[in-house]
């Protein structure tokens, strides 16, 4: 069924390249519209934490993988930065982890010993 892997510099202007090209895997699969809409928002929240928060004064990478696993679409968002552990001020702070989570089937947040992984699954609901 094959595999999806992407690796772009964590600027807010790669975001929609990043959803547009997850969004045509997704189709390629043959995912219907309404989960390809899920996918969209939650890995658009997981790449734009990455943009946020990973990195600080060195742009570095956002990594994006997706795969069938079994009746699951998976997709793991990953960067090398700064990681989790630090309190942010900034107000909106866990927002888009919230949401993520309400539109996907799981998710889940590992601190790496540099950096951060979210891995979220999608139901593989086909087009009718």
Known sequence: MGEFKLSL???????????RALSDFAASLGVDDETILELRLAVH???????????????????????????????????DGRGLSQASSDPGAGLGF?????VSDSL?????????????????????
């Open 9 to 19: 510099p964590a600027r807010s202007e790669n975001l929609g390249t990043v959803r």
């Open 45 to 79: 929240e997981a790449c734009s934490n990455v943009v946020r928060h990973a990195y600080s004064e060195d742009i570095g990478a956002m990594k994006v993988e997706a795969r069938p696993v079994g009746e699951s679409l998976v997709v793991v968002v990953e960067d």
């Open 98 to 102: 919230r949401v993520a989570s309400a």
């Open 108 to 128: 889940e947040v590992h601190q790496k010993q540099a950096g951060t992984e979210v891995r979220l699954a999608f139901p593989l609901r086909h087009v009718a």
